[in-house]
């Protein structure tokens, strides 16, 4: 446990301007309205008690419908069974509904949803719309920027249900609801003062992820530090690892890197 | 056919008091580079603009006008909001050709009717800034603080 608070008080201590593209979370902000993101994650997961490593294919397009609703559409493929093959896939939606602005600062708030759809086995306890459980997820996020530094946290509730291909939900329909919590805290590291577009941006972030089953009371806690690069301003690149910190939930490979690549079209319809 | 020819020129002459050319605008709420740029790619889709000069550094985009276009603040303004943003300062450069311009009184400049505020009696001549003063043209503390009553539509409070 003193490691990611360690974290925190380095990220605290330096001096500088903040990000709020988070690689795990999604913050209050949207993207820019008529924009197009297509973004491709890569979860490459440790399967605990064996050498195998899950890998999570997600390829995701993100469209800013206006400039309070931004609707995402995900793939999920895995190899986690036998062989690398697509799962499910989700829809994801968000609504920003309060927004203060001031020069180099905002405090944004925003209520998303995920409505996932999942054909693969249910092989462990934690819930997660993203690319294992069919079922919904609702939530609210706020998130403060303040220069180089943007904080972010977000309550979301779970729901799983029976996943597809005849794939039950094995623990219980009183078992099938969690909270999500999580915290986040990203900062602007170069470039020291902005000059043109071109300049690579280089972030450093890190994020609090919790889950407790509502049902059961099993809950886990995860850090994900990752390190982003912003190219042109129009295209990303995220490198992270997701640890458990602590965890009484059955879980299959909570631990691993991920690799997010995202390029943006600006203003592809009006 | 020389009246016809008269009334034209002196409706072009009645139009063309005064020219926007330029408009600096400010945007708030962001720090990141992409957020940025996204400001500066929305405001160079419309159709009068004929260049966005932005300075990364402060925020600040200067947007210059293809000649004769009719420049809409109010467009302007909402390519800043859709790309998520707010404009906390929005100064047009207007090139005036003697209009004369009353504290509180509104006057019709070009294609825009303006009613300035806190200013002295004075006929405006030659390249001049503005500064607009509706609310979502400056910060929402600026617009509480100057207290102005909702103007009606296609009126614009600014000051000198």
């Given at each position: 446990?003193?490691?990611?608070?360690?974290?925190?008080?380095?990220?605290?201590?330096?001096?500088?301007?903040?990000?709020?593209?988070?690689?795990?979370?999604?913050?209050?902000?949207?993207?820019?309205?008529?924009?197009?993101?297509?973004?491709?994650?890569?979860?490459?997961?440790?399967?605990?008690?064996?050498?195998?490593?899950?890998?999570?294919?997600?390829?995701?397009?993100?469209?800013?419908?206006?400039?309070?609703?931004?609707?995402?559409?995900?793939?999920?493929?895995?190899?986690?069974?036998?062989?690398?093959?697509?799962?499910?896939?989700?829809?994801?939606?968000?609504?920003?509904?309060?927004?203060?602005?001031?020069?180099?600062?905002?405090?944004?708030?925003?209520?998303?949803?995920?409505?996932?759809?999942?054909?693969?086995?249910?092989?462990?306890?934690?819930?997660?719309?993203?690319?294992?459980?069919?079922?919904?997820?609702?939530?609210?996020?706020?998130?403060?920027?303040?220069?180089?530094?943007?904080?972010?946290?977000?309550?979301?509730?779970?729901?799983?249900?029976?996943?597809?291909?005849?794939?039950?939900?094995?623990?219980?329909?009183?078992?099938?609801?969690?909270?999500?919590?999580?915290?986040?805290?990203?900062?602007?590291?170069?470039?020291?003062?902005?000059?043109?577009?071109?300049?690579?941006?280089?972030?450093?972030?890190?994020?609090?992820?919790?889950?407790?089953?509502?049902?059961?009371?099993?809950?886990?806690?995860?850090?994900?530090?990752?390190?982003?690069?912003?190219?042109?301003?129009?295209?990303?690149?995220?490198?992270?690892?997701?640890?458990?910190?602590?965890?009484?939930?059955?879980?299959?490979?909570?631990?691993?890197?991920?690799?997010?690549?995202?390029?943006?079209?600006?203003?592809?319809?009006? | 056919?020389?009246?016809?020819?008269?009334?034209?020129?002196?409706?072009?002459?009645?139009?063309?008091?005064?020219?926007?050319?330029?408009?600096?605008?400010?945007?708030?709420?962001?720090?990141?580079?992409?957020?940025?740029?996204?400001?500066?790619?929305?405001?160079?889709?419309?159709?009068?603009?004929?260049?966005?000069?932005?300075?990364?550094?402060?925020?600040?985009?200067?947007?210059?006008?293809?000649?004769?276009?009719?420049?809409?603040?109010d467009?302007?303004k909402?390519?800043?909001e859709?790309?998520?943003?707010s404009v906390v300062?929005f100064?047009?450069?207007?090139?005036?050709?003697?209009?004369?311009?009353?504290?509180?009184?509104?006057?019709?400049?070009?294609?825009?009717?303006?009613?300035?505020?806190?200013?002295?009696?004075?006929?405006?001549?030659?390249?001049?800034?503005?500064?607009v003063l509706d609310k979502g043209f400056v910060s929402p503390k600026e617009y509480k603080?100057n207290a102005l009553p909702v103007s009606?539509?296609?009126?614009y409070y600014?000051?000198?």
């Amino acid at each position: 446990m003193k490691q990611p608070f360690l974290i925190v008080l380095i990220f605290l201590s330096l001096r500088g301007k903040g990000q709020e593209l988070f690689a795990v979370t999604e913050p209050a902000s949207n993207i820019a309205t008529g924009s197009i993101g297509f973004r491709v994650d890569h979860l490459i997961m440790n399967e605990i008690n064996s050498s195998k490593i899950n890998y999570h294919l997600i390829p995701e397009i993100i469209v800013g419908v206006s400039k309070k609703l931004m609707i995402q559409g995900n793939v999920f493929f895995s190899n986690r069974t036998t062989k690398f093959k697509a799962e499910g896939g989700s829809v994801y939606a968000k609504y920003r509904f309060l927004s203060n602005d001031a020069m180099q600062r905002h405090f944004r708030m925003a209520a998303f949803g995920r409505i996932s759809r999942n054909n693969s086995d249910i092989h462990q306890e934690e819930i997660n719309m993203y690319g294992h459980n069919s079922g919904i997820e609702v939530g609210l996020v706020a998130t403060q920027l303040l220069r180089k530094v943007a904080l972010s946290s977000s309550v979301s509730v779970l729901k799983a249900v029976d996943n597809g291909n005849n794939n039950k939900y094995l623990y219980g329909s009183k078992n099938s609801n969690a909270v999500n919590y999580t915290f986040s805290v990203g900062k602007l590291m170069l470039p020291k003062e902005y000059k043109d577009y071109r300049q690579t941006n280089i972030n450093l972030m890190a994020e609090f992820l919790t889950q407790v089953n509502t049902g059961s009371g099993k809950y886990y806690m995860d850090i994900a530090p990752a390190v982003q690069m912003i190219f042109n301003s129009q295209s990303r690149i995220d490198i992270g690892y997701r640890a458990e910190l602590s965890s009484t939930l059955l879980r299959t490979a909570p631990n691993g890197f991920f690799i997010r690549l995202e390029y943006n079209f600006f203003n592809v319809f009006k | 056919m020389k009246k016809i020819v008269l009334l034209i020129a002196m409706a072009v002459s009645v139009t063309m008091n005064a020219q926007v050319t330029r408009v600096s605008l400010q945007a708030s709420g962001l720090t990141c580079s992409m957020c940025s740029n996204s400001i500066n790619k929305a405001l160079k889709t419309l159709d009068f603009v004929q260049e966005v000069d932005a300075d990364v550094k402060t925020y600040t985009f200067e947007i210059s006008f293809k000649p004769n276009a009719y420049v809409d603040f109010d467009m302007i303004k909402k390519k800043v909001e859709n790309a998520g943003f707010s404009v906390v300062s929005f100064e047009a450069t207007i090139v005036f050709n003697n209009v004369h311009v009353t504290n509180n009184q509104p006057v019709t400049i070009e294609d825009k009717t303006f009613l300035f505020v806190n200013i002295n009696d004075q006929s405006l001549d030659g390249v001049k800034k503005i500064k607009v003063l509706d609310k979502g043209f400056v910060s929402p503390k600026e617009y509480k603080r100057n207290a102005l009553p909702v103007s009606p539509p296609r009126i614009y409070y600014a000051t000198i």
